[in-house]
């Protein structure tokens, strides 16, 4: 079993990243465009998180969970997917990253989509 570990696609808010890293330095949190992989079309960041075990956060809830859902269809190993509605507070979805990662583990995540906060 492992720690859940989250992709922060091209649309998430930094300030997400930043309040969960600020709460939490130890946690693996890292953005598409800090690797060079913020052009990916959607289902191509969730297989790049799949093979690498990356959970991926987004903000996109008009074409992520259908990109998701069409992989997990296919038959093909989803890490994870949370989106988190632009129009939401910060804090919950910080709050709710954080219980994912002290809660739970990677392997629990797999094939899930689930809207934040938790």
Known sequence: MSRPRFLADQDLNDAIVRGVLRLEPTVEFIR???IGLEQ???DQVLRFAGREGWIVVSHDVSSMPAAASTLLVA???MSGLLIAQQSDPLAPAIESL????TASEAEDWIGRIEFLPL
Do not use: A, Q, T
């Not at 954080?98 to 990662?101: E, R, T, V």
């Open 75 to 77: 038959g093909e190993e």
């Open 32 to 34: 598409l465009r800090d």
């Open 98 to 101: 954080l219980l994912i990662w």
């Open 40 to 42: 990916l079309p959607d």
